[in-house]
Structures are given as C-alpha cells and as structure tokens.
C-alpha cells in the first residue's frame, strides 16, 4: 500500500495545455512518472488564450457584470482542457477521469471572480489514486454550498493544485509552465537574470505581492501553511526548475535572492487631505470593498493639512479615481502620478544583514534616480520610481546585490 | 397565481446565439414575451461553430474514442451560451439564471454520447418560474446518477426543451431555429416546397426518421407522449412558423404533407447470406449495440440462397462494414452500394386514401428511375434511389402530390 507521499500533484498551465499537440506531451510526460512509480494527480488550466477568448465575450456583452453567469462562463474552459488531457491519456492506455470543481467538491465562499477555496474532499480522489486511475481536476474553480459554480481569479489554477495536495496529504505539487525556473529578476528587464535553484517561501509570496507573475500568491501562501514544497519548472524541458520550500531546507540564503518589479504602478496624491477621523477608514474600506489592493502608503504633513500617497495598480486606476473623487470635496485635491514602476528587492538573508537599505538607495543615489514611495519588511525593500527609470535602476541593483550570471 | 399554463419553454439553436449580437435579439424577444406575462424558460444549444470546433480537436486527439471526457468536453459549449443568455437579460434587469444539467437534475442513463432523458427535478425550475426569475437550462446535456456528464446526441437540445416542458407541466414548446418553418420539402431540393401551417407528431417523427434534420426525433416523441405544442419557428422573425401538433387538432389533413429525403445512404447487399438460423438475429443485434440504425431490409432467395439488403446512413458505414465481414466467411458475399439516397412521401392522410403508392411508382416509372429498397408505414412510403435521380424525383413527386406552392 502505497501512502499519500506518492501522490504528486502536477499543475500544468494555459500554455502547457495551449493545442491538442501541447496535451499529447503532457500525456507522455505524466504516463512515464506513472511507470517510474509516482501516483499523478493533475490540475490543469484552460488552453492559452481561451480565456482571453470568453472575457471577451462577456465584455462585449456588459463590461461590468461579474457575478455567477461570468464564473460559470469562465469556468468552461478548464472543461475543455482537463476532458482532452483524460483523452489524450486513455488513448495510451492510462487510465484517467476529467472531474470539475463539483464532482471533487472544492467548496469555495460565494466571492465571484475571486472566490476562495473553503475545503475539498478528499475521499473521491484518494480512492482514484490508489486504484492507478490519475485524476484530472479542473482548476480555477469551486463551487459555492449551494452549488454554483465560482472562479478563483486569475492564477488560480495554482491555488487549486496546492489546495488539492493539502488536501491529500501531498508532499510535493508541481507547477509546469512556460518558463524553466524562478528567476533572480525578470529577463526581459534584466538580461544577466540567473535561475534559481530554491526559493523560501516568505521570498516567493513577497515576490507573487509585489509583481511577479510566476506564482499566484495565495497558492503560495497554502504551500507554507500545509508545508508542501513546490517545483516550479518547464513543461517544455525535463531538468529541474525552482524549488520553493521552508526557509530551513533553503540550500543558500543569500543576503538578496531577487529583484523584483511591477512595471504599471499609479501613485494617487491626495493634498489637502479632509479632515475628520473617519476619512482614511471610509476611504480604504471601500476601496477593500472593490478588491482594490492598496499597496504603499505614506502621510506626512505640509502647509495646508495632512498629505497622502499611496499607489495601486494601473488597471485599478479608473475605479479607484471614481472612489477617492467621491471622498474628496474639491478634484484639485487629487493629483494623479501615472507612468510609475514599482522595483523591490527580496532576501531572507536581510533579517541578518543590516545595510541594505543604505546599498539599496546608494544606487539610486547613483543613478540620480528619484524615488516616489518606499516601503520595506524584514526580507523587502520596495520603492516607487518613475518607469523610465526602472531598467537601469533593476540592472544596477541586481549587480550591486551579487546576482548576476 | 398563474398556472404551469403561462410557463412556455423557448427552445434557441446554435445559429439563435451564435454570436454576442444574437444572444442580445434573444435576450430582447424573452424579455418582451415576459412583459405579455409568459412566464419563458430557456433552453439553449451551443453557440453555432463550437460544437464542431470542440469535436474537431477530440478527433485530431483520438477519432474512435467516445466516451465521458468527451461527454465533457461537448457539454462546455452550451455552458458558454447560457452564461452569456444571462448576462444578456440581467443587463436588462431581467432576473435570469444559467442552469447546468447537473444543477437542474437532468438525469440520463449512461449511454455517453447518446444518453436518453430518465428525469427531470422539477423543483428548482418551476421555484425559479414563479418567482419571476428567467431559468435558463444548458441544453444537449444531463447528468447520470453518479454525477458524470452525458450528452443527448446531435440536436439533443431539441429533446431537453421538450422534456423540460414536459416535467414542468407546460402546454408549449418553442424551438426557434434559423429556419421560418417546416416544408413540404427541403427548398434547396425542390424550390417550391412551400412552409406547413401545422403537422402532426406522426408526420413529424416520420420526417425526422427519415432524414429531416429540422427537429430531433426524440423531441416530437416525447412532446407526442406528453401532449406538448410544438411551435417551430425563426428566430430572427416575428411571425409564426409550424405548429407539431396532435392529429385532432389538425387544420387540414392533405393525403401527402411532405416530400423527405436523405441524401446519404449506403445498400450493403449479402449474398448468399452465411447458413444457420443465429445468423440474422447476431448481426443486427451487434449493429443494433453499436447504435447503428438499419433502415430498409429486404430479404428474397437466390439460385445460391438467401439475399439480404439493408440500407444505412453513410456515416456508420466504416463500422457496418467491420461488423458485417467479421460475421461473413468470404469478403465476395457482401457488395456496398454507395452514392445512393432514400426518398419518402408523408402524409396522416395516406390512411384514408388508397392509391398512393400507385402513385409514387408511377412517378418512377415516368422519370425512367430505378427503386433500389422500397418501405411502407400506414402514413409513409420510402424507397431508396440513385442519388442522381433525387433531385428530379422530389420535384416530380412533390408535384404529383399538390404540394407544388
């Protein structure tokens, strides 16, 4: 009898699945970890660009409905790609069930569009499992107790196969996908950007918070509460890509393990701000209301009242000027910084290294760069530049802090 | 409190919601019968072109493999459509909601692919009618009792909308379609087919049995069975179409209401056929589990013994042509004749009226064309043919019968 450290659940992304060739190979690759003695379990997204494809349509539609009708759409896709991934398997002989959200039972809150998983049964799977059958599960998405069916925002498919490990008492979940690692920076910013062999896990969901796309960040924060190591690696090559793991099986602890950037940052200035207690509260309760991520926040005081800084993302922009308009009495009040990036470096070795921040702004010193906002934790320090800044500066700080190839 | 009177089930095709701008013409229409105080109930296919683009990568992954995931796989189409249907009328501020079988209780057997309706739970749908809110039901799909996904077989949406009228206690079912109405004949055949007012559910099985694709056999089965009003009718105009309606109710009862055809039918002929009495019950049996429907058999003796012909659909050639050499000993004894159609008269009428079947000949005897199989029911006689003759044939035939608009 085999025990659940078998099972290994394997993600494979919208590329992964991106043709009806791409799902060919990813047949191939499961069935030979299933003769070398591992038990598959897959999640897989919807095939690239089909999402895109039914957004579309729902935003020609009504570009501002989000609700059940818009997740049961969505939800489509990842039924497509998990019913021609079983396909592609039983032609070879392998045995396989496609299942979606509602016949596994990944039960989520009744948030639409960005719905969070509340439990999953295990039992349906485990017995798959154990009886040689991989099962194939729809990621992205739930459904609620009452049987409507939910989406978990975009990347979510991430968070369902680090959920469906948990669940299963998994050791390992694997998320294949278009690149080969976990990168010290982002290569088209920054060419001499290196892999990265392993990762901790506080690094990886500063690293998913603060721009980078590789990992959805609450698929990260589960793997750290469940304590399951994920390897992020290529769908495309067999060698090992990142491992992200505990900070104690962590092979290196560098002083800074990446740079990381978010290249589409806005930052709203509010002068003078209204007075009265309430103000900030209302205003960031109901921007939290609209799932809008405040991001860097600084208040300081000048000639006319208190001043206010804080930055968002770009695409939340619109809805964003909509809501602190209504809070302010007078538009002159609001000044709209566009064209921002935000740049970070991340590293558990910072807890025990003091003087980066100084290393950090004496390379924007350096570059005559001016910095807008900063922010820092113990393993980050984030600073809000202006985005025609941000490959020289990303270039300067991941030489200064020992990470080029 | 209305009765199950007011609720009419609204039928739309694939070409009905085959783009953003169509689900909006169906949204506007529902919304406008709700207002005349219908109580509607959607059921709807796939957008037009999805079917086929889903099939068309199930083939190119695996063209014999039939079965769940490709149970699944189809079903995401119609869940596309309805999600859309009902981001259309909520936009109008129409309380709608998308159904998927398994969330309605469309129960199937577990014939994939070709799965028949056991029940529908009522419940939801008719809680939903009486609260003013729009159900709108994934059509082409149900569920078996342990929850996997089945599909009805092609045009089984028609059979869902005639099914849910039926569990729900309606009087009336419109299938709109991208046709205005039921014809005397196919109009791309014989131009002067003209459109029929009404027909009756014999007439209208005998039509879809024997090749018209206007309406799923099944549907007008199940809408005889439970009495239910088929109004068939276009969807991008206004006026009536055809009513499916029981004989009594009849307007008028010509002799012959339509000309039929199927274009594509292939005469195997075995000859002799193998000795020993299991022979005929084995091989129909085996085609019978292989859902291939054998139409026209005839059966007559020969110097070396029995002959036997049989038409079938050109599209289960491949399989016949397996199954039959498996129970020949000599490939010589079976002779495929392609290329060949099957025309038919139809007409409640015929039962009062002798003489048409001297009729029917006759006009083959004119048109010089020779009768291949020939099959009679008490309101219908078929007869299969050359297919280059069909053309000529029909005409001919839909004039001998006052069809002629």
Redo the contacts between chains.
């Keep these: 009898m085999k025990t659940n450290s078998s099972i290994v659940v394997k993600k494979f992304g919208g590329t992964s699945v991106g043709s009806?060739e791409r799902?060919?190979n990813v047949a191939e690759r499961v069935m030979a970890d299933q003769k070398l003695g591992q038990m598959p379990l897959i999640v897989a997204s919807a095939m690239s660009g089909e999402t895109n494809r039914?957004v579309k349509?729902?935003n020609?539609?009504?570009p501002y409905?989000r609700?059940?009708?818009?997740d049961?759409?969505l939800?489509?896709g990842e039924?497509?790609s998990?019913?021609?991934l079983?396909?592609?398997l039983?032609?070879r002989g392998v045995k396989?069930?496609?299942l979606?959200a509602?016949?596994v039972g990944i039960q989520t809150d009744t948030i639409f569009s960005k719905a969070r998983i509340v439990s999953i049964d295990n039992k349906k799977l485990l017995s798959y499992c154990s009886s040689g059958v991989i099962p194939i599960v729809a990621g992205f998405q739930g459904v609620t107790n009452g049987?409507?069916?939910t989406t978990l925002g975009r990347g979510g498919s991430d968070t369902t196969a680090v959920a469906v490990a948990a669940a299963l008492g998994a050791e390992q979940c694997e998320i294949y996908t278009d690149v080969p690692a976990v990168f010290s920076a982002d290569p088209r910013l920054v060419p001499k950007a290196r892999e990265l062999k392993s990762i901790s896990f506080e690094e990886m969901m500063e690293m998913a918070s603060l721009g980078s796309k590789v990992l959805h960040f609450r698929s990260v924060e589960i793997a750290a509460k469940y304590n399951i190591k994920i390897h992020l690696r290529s769908s495309f090559e067999k060698r090992e890509g990142t491992w992200i793991l505990p900070e104690v099986q962590m092979l290196e602890n560098p002083v800074v393990s990446s740079v990381t950037h978010d290249a589409s940052t806005v930052v709203m200035k509010l002068y003078p701000v209204p007075e009265g207690v309430g103000f900030l509260s209302d205003l960031f309760t109901e921007l939290a209301e609209k799932n809008i991520v405040v991001d860097i926040i600084t208040q300081s005081l000048g000639d006319r009242g208190q001043r206010l800084n804080f930055s968002i993302h770009e695409e939340d922009l619109p809805q964003t000027e909509i809501i602190v308009k209504k809070h302010v009495k007078d538009a002159s009040q609001l000044e709209i910084m566009r064209d921002m990036s935000k740049i970070s470096v991340i590293g558990v070795g910072m807890k025990n290294h003091p003087g980066v921040a100084a290393r950090f702004f004496q390379i924007f010193k350096a570059q005559d760069a001016k910095v807008h906002l900063v922010t820092t934790s113990d393993i980050k320090i984030s600073a809000v530049i202006d985005k025609d800044n941000l490959k020289r500066l990303a270039e300067a700080l991941h030489k200064e802090f020992d990470l080029d190839a």
Tied chains: 1, 2.
């Design positions: 009806v799902i060919e039914l349509m729902a020609e539609l009504d409905y609700g059940p009708a818009y049961m759409l939800a489509s039924q497509v998990i019913s021609l079983a396909m592609a039983e032609k396989a069930v496609p979606l509602h016949q049987n409507q069916i």
